[in-house]
């Protein structure tokens, strides 16, 4: 088995809004397609956020019953400027979900840290 880093995608979070586009449907715009088990997700904040945020997670694909995604028993909560490291992502589906509307465009890049089988 192999492990490599893969840029997922880029959730952003639009201007007047609180919630980002689903992972989903990022994906299936042409982004980056997981293919090996991942083990580690990097969630890289934005310079500058409105409102305090949390990750949502759904079980299922598209998402529709979005909880907000936890790690060690504390909500997974992205800052200003800052990285969050999750280890060993379950989830279908995932979005940002801000507590109130965003002043600009909020970007938030996911990388993946996966386990490719080996050929």
Known sequence: MSRGNEAIGTLTIPSGAAVSPALSSIL????MKVLGSMVELAIYSPAALTT???VQIAPEY????WKTMQQDGADI???AG???LVRNPVFL????QGAGNEAADRDFTLMGKLDYPDN
């Open 52 to 54: 305090a945020m949390v």
């Open 62 to 65: 598209p998402g529709v019953n």
């Open 77 to 79: 909560v992205p800052t």
């Open 28 to 31: 299936s715009q042409g982004q």
């Open 82 to 84: 800052d990285v969050i």
């Open 93 to 96: 589906d995932l979005r940002i």
